[in-house]
């Protein structure tokens, strides 16, 4: 099944209900099963709203870079690493600054929600052939990607690197064809 508002997965189904839209699915599981588990999110309602900070921050303002940086060559691809770096850089000061996680010591909703960061970006720097995120720059960032990337219920549920290679290889070379067609 998929979402027929904007036509793609994924889309949850439980009692009857299509749930659609990963965030939205995300917050419906923390929702429903948060006392049978490891609850996503923080009791207090300030450190819940910082969580969804940081889940809204790597979405907005991440993830339409990290496209940018895939979809362009030359300058327009400079301009969108140097808005990458910017918005890593508060990753790395703000949102990781004495974590492990953003939720803290374990894995929580703004972990999940920009998980995609961890898994995505090494693909997509090799796809490019641009390295962007280096221990010096981004310690923290990497070892996020590291702890996250690196947990067993997380890397289980995870493409290889070799699919993540393929798919945005062809990713890249569909978005420059289409630019070039323009």
């Not at 496209?67 to 770096?85: E, H, P, S, T, W």
């Not at 953003?102 to 970006?121: K, M, R, S």
Request: charged share 30%; hydrophobic share 40%.
């Amino acid at each position: 099944m998929y979402n027929p508002i904007h036509k793609q997965v994924p889309v949850l189904l439980h009692d009857g209900a299509a749930i659609a839209e990963s965030v939205v699915i995300l917050e419906y599981i923390e929702e429903t099963w948060r006392s049978s588990g490891r609850p996503l999110l923080p009791d207090d309602p300030g450190e819940r709203a910082v969580a969804r900070f940081w889940a809204k921050f790597g979405e907005e303002k991440c993830r339409p870079v990290i496209y940018n940086f895939l979809r362009y060559n030359g300058n327009d691809q400079q301009k969108a690493m140097v808005r990458l770096i910017e918005s890593f850089k508060v990753l790395e000061d703000h949102g990781l600054k004495g974590k492990k996680f953003f939720n803290g010591e374990t894995i929580g909703y703004a972990d999940i929600v920009i998980g995609w960061i961890a898994w995505w970006f090494e693909a997509i720097e090799d796809v490019v052939n641009i390295k962007l995120v280096d221990h010096v720059t981004f310690p923290r960032l990497l070892r996020w990607m590291k702890d996250f990337s690196g947990d067993a219920m997380i890397r289980g549920s995870l493409p290889s690197r070799e699919v993540m290679y393929t798919y945005f290889s062809r990713k890249r070379e569909e978005l420059l064809a289409t630019r070039a067609a323009k």
